[in-house]
């Protein structure tokens, strides 16, 4: 899903760069697959977190949840945000700046790991915002993750299917509800915990097979062929049958199962933040743009060196700076646990 969002986005550079333009390219796949991609990645977070709620019945230990979720996700974002600023700051004019108080407020919204929507450009320069701006999702993220508690208190019914076949179905068809395009946010996260609670009421749904493989990708790219918007309720009810194929386990051909590709899985995170940083840094180099839009042989060069360049930096970034959040959150919450420990045995003696 991070390497098509890096496609979508690099070629939306590249034909805007050639063409002195904003916007998405003519391309009707290229444009699709960023927010294609960002659709299904919230169908994911929805199947593995609802997940978990029905395998606990809704008891779920939160503040190692959320502790968890923010040693996971913060330290590669605050690595991105302090790049982020040192990118303006290397750009801009300060004859213009703008006062203290609205840079420390702008430097406070993008510290705040996407609590705060649409936070204001740094030193007000949006041009910047291709560094950053793919970490919009982490808003609904984070307001799916602050649902659960919520949530729980469904996930204990036996009719949770009902429940949320009935609100996805209300979402998609009542858009006065919620605006878009955050009804088909909502919907994504409903598409995800919807085939989590049907795989585990209906396991023998469950399979690989050249047929769920086959049938996978022809409803995907239905998707892309018949859908003129990435957020309609067409384009949300092809990605979230084809999804749920591949939940159920359909490895297209064997795609989704091998080794490149799980390992791939594991530095998608750095991929997803990252890229745009790495493209706005190559693109300083007046070398790399005039290459970049010479010949579409040298701009599919450019393209696979840069992607080859964005993996090769996650995988750096995914070791030295995503599995150390990771393994400091481990060590936070098992000192958490040990002290009410030796408080007790203080106590006891």
Known sequence: MASAVFFHHFVMTAYNLKHGTTGLPPSKFYSFI???AVSVFFMITGYLFWGKLLDKQGRIKWIELYSNRVFRIYPLYLFLVLSYFAFVLWHIDFSNA?????VL???LQWLALGAVNQPTPFFNHPQFLGVIGQTWSLHYEWLFYLALPILAVVA???SSIAIIGSALVLISLRSDI?????????????IGMLSASVLRAFPQLKG??????LAAVAVAAAAIRLSDLPYSNLTTALLGVAFFFVASGASVFGVLTAVGAKRLGNVSYSVYLLHGLIINLLMQFQRYNANLVFTTERFWIVTFVTYGVVVVVSFATYYAIERAGINLGRRVMQAGRSEPRVQRDSLAK
Not at 98 to 102: C, G, I, K, V, W
Not at 178 to 185: A, G, R
């Open 178 to 190: 919620v605006s878009q395009p955050y009804n088909f946010f909502i919907a994504h996260f409903l």
């Open 34 to 36: 960023g927010p294609g």
């Open 156 to 158: 204990r019914e036996k």
């Open 208 to 213: 690989d097979g050249a047929i769920r493989s």
């Open 98 to 102: 703008p006062t203290f108080y609205d």
């Open 105 to 107: 407020c702008q430097t």
